[in-house]
């Protein structure tokens, strides 16, 4: 017992129950009677709170002062300890380290290590492992360290260490190393204790001493985490590294092309085997599609990810920051010990704490300091009086009887000199003037003793300014240890503020959801019946039945839809008019209705969107009376509005039995209210009149060039606001063009794509091409695209396919450069202004010649000249130019062909 339980109080305790006990083994196993049995738990809980503050205090919890561990602060004054200026085997600084750290050397070796991995204050030398990837230490006798030149500038002084002896008072440690620095900040600190934790981030070395500075000059200052692994963090939340906060991180991933995409960063405490695990598992789960994925990793991470075909890499991205590791929420906690307690503080209050400690241990070590030359002044000053007086040839001196005798004689000679010592000449004082030997008193010199004395109180003195500095002297260390060493360690971690990243919106539509009217069947396991759209297995559908009830679900392989809470009621089938893949949020789709109000009321017509339900609650787009039934039913993905025919029932009474009436004269209101009245006779039918335009506005459109396809997600280029009648212009490298809609459906070439945008009839366009026709020769032409079918492909090179297109381009006055080919290429290049070069004509025209010569190169240059902000919106500037048919402006005709080609002769000399 006495080994189990080294408090010797509590073995008192233990005893004094198990003697006032009445169990016995033997009665009880007969059930001869009952047992008294004393209860444990004030014992159990007086062990508990021991081995908790234990945990806590000694293990898991760093310490403010120094902010180490008491195994990494032993670890580090063992280092010291054996500091020659070189390396020493690990092995044996753990084996040295146990003289202080009272457990074994696995938890030495493995502090140790992860201490040395971050690069600040040891010195490493062999395989010390790898945060990127994982890998483990080598084996302590074979891997080496020593301190860092700064672990060895910041964290000792044995004169302001204050000590206490070790677990077995054979040794001396101390009780927090002096250290002049925020390291608790600059390490960071992670540790599981009984009943708290501790996680502090590391942060930037630099950006703490320029925040101390900021500090001790009463400024405004704020650090953020920095991480080994680099990547990317959002610390909007970060809350100044109190509990509560949260940060996110992310990896840094680039494409290297639209069919690869590379990790080329890590978020913070990810290697790259687990981070590629969670992509695996990802893409098992059909969350993301990928070829393969391959890992690259040196001294940097280098994941590649090969993308399955038709996939976009812009959406893949986001899908892995929203379903693998790629993005990690980092949830901090500054839990520190202070003053024998745990303490939750903020990363600004352990900052400023540190810097007040660097400035107290500054003081105290010039305090030190100046002690030491005020000592080295008093012996000195007697030093130089015993001789220069020439006490020692005293005849009392020389005749003493004794050593007392020697020394009061001393101390009565030194008494007319004593009002100008520091302090009181004392008993060792005098012993050491009886210490000097003959040789130095031989070769004393009263000016180098005196020159001694002045410089002695110069420094004195300018420790004295110092002391009553210290504010500029604490800033002058930060600054030092700034220029020193801060080059070292630059920022790794991009600080950027993250987009939340919707994962209906990046998940992989890897399944096809299907429909079973007949029998009321949802699923994508239905793949023999009626196919609704594309879906992945984390999305939901919403459905509208014709008694104008409606709900959201999720995907699933088979699931019965065939009901609603008013078919039961009812005793009748459901039937389903509209289903599809329901995106939260989504303002643009609009569902444009007309439903009669209950069996034998009035007819409404509303419009309204649905941005957000609950799972399986039956909603009611009617007022919900008996016998309500939806008659038409339209969903616009883009809030469009169309005309509908509605034709009554026959009555003699009715001047005419059909009307219209057009949805864009709705406003888009809430999915509850009731809506417009459309007619209070019956109605035979509605039917759809004519399509619509959308009544919100134009829409954004981006294009994503990895899978030719437009989009509204944001992913790719962006090519404008389009409103209904805009179009899309597609410029190919061959010369062709078209223009389409704007519908996500559309597919464009693969390959060949030279210009995907809004398309504007106004836009002036410059080609430079070689014309075929004309003996290859070098032209230009001025031109506007038109409106043209995407089936019916126009060409503005001409109709000879081997007309070849050098240069393209938009810019209003385009300027080209012209490089001659062999043999011609002793020729200066040329310069063409193609604003004044030629006039803008239909893209059917054949331009105008530039050269004959053979042409190795054209390049663009930059504009010289650019036209005013507001040009498109002024009135022509001269009367002479007219407008088209077509609204394009034509050129003003302002000089003739042959005009301009004269000016150029004697410019270019090559016509």
Known sequence: MSEDFKDTEAQDEVSEVLEHSTYDPKTEDRGEGPISVHPLTGMYEKWFLDYASYVILERAVPHLGDGLKPVQRRILHTMKRMDDGRYNKVANIAGETMKFHPHGDASIVDALTQMGRQNLLIDCQGSWGNILTGDEAAAPRYIEGRLTKFALDVLFNPKTTEWKLSYDGRNKEPVALPVKFPLLLAQGAEGIAVGLSAKILPHNFGELCQAAIHYLRGEAFQVYPDFQTGGLIDVLKYNDGLRGGSVKVRARIEKRDSKTIAITELPYGKTVDTLSESIKKAAEKGRIKIRKIEDFTSEKVEILIHLAPGVSSDKTIDALYAFTDCEVSISPNCCIIDDDKPRFVTVSEVLKSNVESTKELLRRELEIRRGELLESMMFASLERIFIDERIYKDKAYENAADLEAALSHIDTRLEPFKKDFVREVTRDDLLRLLEIKMARILKFNKAKADELIARIKAEIAEIEHDLAHMTDVTIRWFQYIFDHYAADHPRLTEMRSFDTIEAAKVVEANEKLYINRADGFMGTSLKKDEFIDNCSNIDNVIIFYRDGTYKVTRVAEKVYIGETERSKAEKR??????????????QRTIYNVAYRDGKEGAFYIKRFNVTNLSHEREYDLTTGNPGSKIYYFSANPNGEAETIKVTLKPNPKLRRIFFEKSFSELAVKGRSTKGNLLTRLDVHRITLKAHGGSTLGGRKVWFDHDVQRINFDERGAYLGEFHSDDQVLVVLDNGDFYTTSFDPNNHYEATGLLRVEKFSEEKVWT?????????????????????????????????????RLMALTDQAYPRFRVEFAAPDDFREPIEVDAEEFIAVKGFKAKGKRVTTFGIAKVEELEPTRHPEPDAEAEEPESADETVDNNENVVAPPRQTSDDIMDD????????
Not at 904 to 911: I, P, Y
């Open 767 to 803: 080609a430079v091409l070689i014309d075929a026709d004309n003996d290859n020769y070098l032209y230009i032409k001025r031109f506007n695209f038109e409106r043209t079918a995407q089936t019916r492909h126009l060409n503005f090179l001409g109709d000879n396919p081997n007309c």
């Open 904 to 911: 150029l002769t004697g410019q270019f000399k090559l016509f």
């Open 573 to 586: 089938k459901a039937e389903v008019v509209h289903i599809a893949v329901f995106k939260k949020n989504d």
